[in-house]
């Protein structure tokens, strides 16, 4: 049945952290919480962890009301906060073998845990020994380990460097195929890198519910290319479904699409018949970031 809330209200003495939201959550995939701060994403995550019990509305999991079954919803809960505490001084099996005490799991599935999060290599090292990438693969494998059917991580990205971004996005995709993954971030291009849906809230208020992929499909496609030598805006131009091309600097060019059809192949086939190399060739996604800057003003 899922996540459902309904009217959620949260105040701190005279601030209105949240102003009787309402969401659903029925069936797998990863969810991006995007905002402002201060505009009530921590709450909603605190809220949603049971952490929080002072507010209005009513916030269910699977049809069981977070108020009267904490405990049971904990239960089928995996949570990553924004911090990541860890005891660095154990080592990772330690760790992770007690963290299944705290869950009361007779035999914790540590190994099943270290390989689904890549951590095979590392598994004899203490957790103060790893980069900071492998110590979030060590905090997932800890939120992993009682196998909840939702995952709640908290800026799960922040402060990694790009291979390892690319590491933690490849896992927290997979995961969303098999569950509710709620993420919440600052950072526009993880939500457009990782998510299947995505919530903006501002001001304590959803200002934005939809799917990614209705998104891509609303959205001007701009693709952004770069040649090998330079070439007259006309010839791009005559490339079908182009509107405009745009020479942005030296050899790239920035082509906008009418349409959702993805035209790559089409520039691909340009450069083909005209001897030219391509140095680069990607679609550049403007709507979030502008929608984004658009409802949080």
């Known amino acids: 049945m899922g996540i459902v809330i ?106 099943a845990v270290i390989e689904k999060t890549g951590l095979q290599e590392h598994a004899h090292k203490k957790i103060g020994d790893l980069s900071k990438g492998y110590k979030q693969r060590v905090g997932i494998a800890a939120a992993l380990l009682h196998d909840p059917a939702y995952l709640i991580l908290d800026e799960p990205t922040t402060g990694l460097d790009p291979n390892q971004v690319i590491e933690i996005r490849n896992l927290i995709k997979n995961l969303g195929k098999k569950k509710t993954v709620f993420l919440s971030t600052h950072i526009l291009q ?68 009418k349409g959702a059809q993805d035209m790559r192949p089409a520039v691909f086939d340009f450069a083909q018949d005209n001897g030219l190399k391509i140095l680069n060739l990607q679609l550049k996604n403007e709507s979030l970031e502008q929608l984004f800057k658009k409802l949080t003003v």
């Open 6 to 111: 309904d009217n959620l209200t949260k105040n701190y003495s005279a601030t209105k952290a949240l102003k009787g939201i309402s969401l659903r959550f029925e069936q797998n995939g990863v969810v991006g919480l995007l905002g402002p701060n201060g505009a009530g994403k921590t709450s909603l995550m605190k809220i949603l962890t049971g952490y929080l019990s002072q507010w209005k509305g009513t916030v269910s999991f699977d049809g069981m009301d977070i108020r009267t079954n904490t405990k049971k919803i904990q239960q089928i809960i995996g949570y990553l906060p924004e911090n990541n505490p860890l005891y660095l001084e154990m080592y990772i099996k330690e760790y992770l073998n007690f963290v299944g005490t705290l869950y009361k799991l007779k035999t914790p599935p540590i190994e």
């Open 190 to 257: 993880e939500v457009d890198a990782m998510c299947d849906r995505v919530i903006i809230i501002n001001k304590g208020e959803i200002v934005l519910d939809q799917a990614l992929v209705e998104l891509r499909n609303k959205q001007e496609q701009i693709i952004e290319v770069s040649f090998d030598y330079r070439i007259e805006v006309d010839a791009l131009e005559k490339i079908s479904n182009v509107q405009k091309v745009t020479n942005t600097y030296d050899f790239n060019y920035e082509l906008q699409i």
